[in-house]
């Protein structure tokens, strides 16, 4: 075998199973996919898939026992997986409704039984989010800009960074090769992220007084970027966005829904009944920084490294 033999975490997801079916459908580079998720059942949209080249294991990383079967398996060693990508364990948190820090728990064990299993490269998506963001942060983030380490953080972002963290402290060893992928706010059809959630609520509310510019990318590109990261392999911590850099409300323009600015006292009630009714999924009782905040990523280091270079524009309606 001399393709790509490639692990995938979180298969079910959004992310996760587009970025699976597109490496199955390269037969040219790509041997085999060993797809991972928690559900039970083979999901219709992989049942067609021939065993030669593609293995769905069911299975919750979470715990070591599952960790344990999985790379012992004699399937899991046959195919001589030697590539992993991570979209992480927070899909499955909030689906058992377990604390976010199990999901920074999870990926370490994953990395240690990576590493025992002489894995050679380990990519795991983290995101923007881990970045801390004030208003003198600087117009451009690159990767070696401040952490959000705030004490008073969110659970869900604090688990974030804690992970990425934890992927970083493996760099210092030989083996895997890590990449860690921080993609800018991602848009895509049934993709969850902060700004996706936002934008698809029935009413978009934004903070009053606060326009952050911002850089989102397509998930089409999140998922071209590490296509491009299992070819040349690189190791380090990486941005990348989209093409498209412009202020929050003109996203709000161009997604067409019924938008309202409102001063944070009625920001947070009118986005509590909001959820409440299951008129969005965009938790914004804390009134996160981004809301307020700019971020927009420099993707100079990636675009020299794998030469990846975002081109789908945020077009919505599209998938």
């Not at 039970?40 to 949209?45: I, K, N, R, S, T």
């Amino acid at each position: 075998m001399s393709g790509l033999r490639v692990l995938v975490t979180a298969a079910t997801s959004s992310l996760g199973r587009a970025f699976c079916q597109e490496l199955y459908g390269d037969q040219l580079r790509v041997d085999h996919v060993f797809a991972v998720a928690h559900e039970e059942v083979v999901p219709y949209y992989f049942r067609d898939y021939h065993p030669d080249r593609f293995t769905y294991w069911s299975a919750n990383l979470l715990k070591e026992r599952a960790l344990k079967d999985l790379f012992l398996a004699e399937r899991f060693r046959r195919r001589g997986i030697d590539q992993i990508v991570h979209f992480g364990f927070l899909r499955t948190i909030k689906a058992l409704r377990l604390s976010p820090a199990d999901a920074t728990e999870g990926t370490r064990r994953l990395l240690e039984f990576a590493q025992a299993a002489k894995v050679d490269h380990f990519v795991y998506a983290s995101g923007c989010l881990v970045y801390r963001l004030r208003p003198w942060t600087s117009a451009v983030i690159d990767e070696t800009a401040e952490l959000d380490f705030d004490p008073g953080a969110d659970a869900w972002i604090k688990s974030r960074v804690d992970t990425d963290m934890v992927c970083r402290t493996f760099m210092d060893q030989r083996a895997p090769r890590i990449t860690v992928l921080r993609p800018g706010p991602i848009i895509g059809r049934n993709v969850t992220s902060h700004v996706s959630d936002l934008l698809d609520s029935y009413l978009v509310t934004r903070l009053a007084g606060y326009d952050p510019m911002m850089r989102p990318i397509h998930s089409t590109d999140v998922r071209r970027a590490i296509h491009r990261c299992l070819d040349a392999r690189p190791h380090g911590v990486f941005n990348v966005a989209g093409p498209d850099i412009a202020p929050l409300s003109t996203f709000c323009r161009l997604n067409g829904r019924p938008q309202m600015t409102l001063p944070g006292p009625l920001l947070r009630p009118v986005n509590r009944l909001q959820r409440l009714f299951g008129l969005s999924a965009c938790d914004l009782s804390t009134l996160p920084r981004w809301l307020m905040y700019p971020c927009v990523l420099d993707t100079t280091k990636l675009e020299e490294a794998v030469g990846h270079r975002s081109t789908h524009h945020i077009k919505f309606g599209e998938a």
